[in-house]
């Protein structure tokens, strides 16, 4: 007996692409609600002093031309929202018919964000390894938990998996297969890193998922390939895909040349629905749609019988 698939879901990762102000953000919840047909609209949410050195935040901006302010902690505090803005932003999302969610990157954001109570909240790949700020949403967040794994080891890894079970948080994670760079090469994606993920954790947690940081929109399309494999071999859930997402991918800010424009994401979400749909086995030899081309053109030795 089989069970009714379940659409993956995709993120449109706007995080701070929005430039600090929130007409843009607002705008980009609109376009990629309406426009490109996304499931999740996510943010980042920082508090820069919590998360930088003093020595960090005084210092210039590694890539001056993309900077907003005259240090780095100057270009990050520029470009935050506060938790009432994240409110504002969450209510946009619900006006839109989009889910809203944010990254947490630090203890006192989770601290802001959770009680907003969006459906989901994410984990970074830079502060995996943040084991207070985890805890604190294992015990104070009732939503999923996402959680991506760029930049780490495989026994971070599993002691990441190791934590959540230990809380009896599993159930409500999902861990997605990640490489860290802007943007990344495709000799450097290893999709079957999904594979890998699937085959250890699959079965513990809600989900595996796939964060993208490439250019173009083919290898997701392979990765949703990878991760239904996977579920046909019984290895758990494959259920989301994150791409970044700009409205034009020039405008200044680290993130904008390795996301999407609104006709790559609209893109995006069409080719994953229908490759999600060719994604099947025969439900019977001769399909419905052959039969009439049987029964025109197949040539059938009718004389002709096996013993």
């Known amino acids: 007996m089989t069970t009714e698939k379940k659409s993956v879901q995709v993120i449109a990762e706007i995080g701070c692409n929005h430039k600090g102000e929130m007409s843009i953000a607002k705008e980009l919840i609109r376009v990629a609600a309406h426009v490109c047909k996304a499931d999740i609209a996510k943010f980042q949410k920082r508090h820069n002093r919590e998360l930088l050195s003093p020595e960090q935040f005084n210092a210039p901006h590694p890539v001056p031309e993309n900077s907003y302010g005259d240090t780095y902690g100057a270009h990050r505090e520029f470009l935050e929202f506060d938790k009432d ?35 989901l909240l994410k984990i970074p790949s830079a502060t995996n390894q943040h084991y207070e700020l985890q805890n604190y949403l294992c015990e104070n967040f009732g939503g999923e938990i996402h959680v991506s794994t760029g930049m780490s080891t495989g026994k971070e890894i599993a002691d990441l998996i190791k934590f959540y079970s230990e809380r009896g948080r599993a159930e409500d994670l999902v861990v997605y297969s990640c490489t860290s760079g802007y943007p990344v090469a495709f000799e450097d994606i290893c999709l079957l890193e999904i594979r890998n993920l699937m085959e250890k954790y699959g079965a513990q947690v809600k989900g595996i998922g796939f964060s993208g940081h490439h250019l173009g929109i083919a290898a997701d399309v392979a990765a949703l390939a990878v991760g239904r494999a996977m ?20 405008w200044k800010g680290t993130d904008h040349a390795a996301s999407l424009e609104p006709d790559g994401l609209r893109r995006l979400c069409r080719d994953l629905k229908n490759v999600d749909m060719a994604l099947g086995y025969k439900s019977t030899e001769i399909l419905p749609v052959e039969q009439v081309q049987r029964d025109k053109l197949k040539w059938v030795d009718r004389e002709r019988t096996f013993a």
Do not use: M
């Open 85 to 119: 803005q994240h409110q504002e932003l969450l209510e946009e999302c619900k006006i839109n018919g989009i889910k809203y969610s944010t990254s947490v990157w630090d203890l006192t954001s989770a601290k802001e964000i959770a009680p907003l109570n969006p459906p």
């Open 231 to 250: 579920e046909a071999e019984g290895k758990g859930k494959f259920t989301h895909i994150e791409r970044h997402f700009t409205l034009d991918r020039t």
